[in-house]
């Protein structure tokens, strides 16, 4: 079954901690693609990051960084001196069935306070 | 602007009357895809369309139908709307290949009553 957890419903840290949103999946398929997206207090979804199954390549832009790792199928994300504006809830999803169907996780609400 | 646009954004109706959201986008993109948004349960995916003519179920199909008689446009049907419907729910769309990040629409929150 295709599947992505996570774990953590709601994290609460105070501004320029560094927070870790955990993301776990599980798919049968080879090629997939995971995403984050951001889901600001305004509602609209946001694009953060993409991967592919085949790239294990951690990536940093900024204060955001991410750390795939396919041994333990997780694709973590970290965000490093949190800042107010990062509040928000954020989605881990996977794409697969040959790009046609993308699955979320049910959300972590991230809450930065000052 | 490349921009997806849904219409409307806030609609209440009643249960079983018909309704239709349109979706649209103006960035050539083949696929096109629709997902409902529930407390709790993150984003499921109701349909999707990976090019003219060409639609499958998503995990949540059961009450609503879907066409893509063009490429820019991507209308979610509710036959007879039913207050488990009530929800936000988002287009999106991206081009077909390369595992493209999708592009996803305002959201239009429906409420069934």
């Known amino acids: 079954a295709q599947k992505v957890t996570q774990a953590q419903t709601e994290i609460s840290v105070v501004e320029k901690e560094d927070v870790t949103l955990d993301c776990v999946y599980e798919?049968?398929?080879?090629?997939?693609?995971l995403f984050w997206y951001k889901q600001p207090p305004s509602g609209e979804l946001v694009f953060l990051i993409r991967r592919n199954s085949f790239d294990e390549q951690n990536e940093i832009s900024g204060r955001y960084s991410w750390n795939f790792q396919k041994s333990t199928s997780s694709f973590n994300f970290t965000i490093t001196a949190s800042q107010v504006v990062d509040s928000a809830v954020y989605f881990c999803?996977?794409?697969?069935?040959?790009?046609?169907?993308?699955?979320f996780g049910q959300g972590t609400e991230l809450s930065v306070k000052p | 602007e490349a921009q997806v646009t849904q219409n409307p954004r806030y609609l209440i109706t009643v249960t079983g009357k018909k309704l239709t959201v349109t979706c649209s986008q103006n960035m050539n993109h083949e696929y096109m895809s629709w997902y409902r948004q529930d407390p709790g349960l993150g984003l499921r995916q109701i349909y999707y369309?990976?090019?003219?003519?060409?639609?499958d179920k998503g995990d949540v199909p059961e009450g609503y139908k879907v066409s893509r008689k063009e490429k820019r446009n991507f209308p979610l049907i509710l036959e007879s709307p039913s207050p488990n419907q009530t929800s936000l729910y988002f287009c999106?769309?991206?081009?077909?290949?390369?595992?493209?990040?999708?592009?996803f629409g305002p959201g239009t929150r429906l409420t069934v009553t």
């Open positions: 999106a769309s991206s081009h077909r290949t390369g595992g493209h990040e999708q592009y």
């Open positions: 999803a996977l794409l697969y069935n040959q790009g046609g169907k993308l699955i």
């Open positions: 369309s990976m090019n003219v003519e060409v639609t």
């Open positions: 798919t049968r398929d080879t090629t997939y693609y």
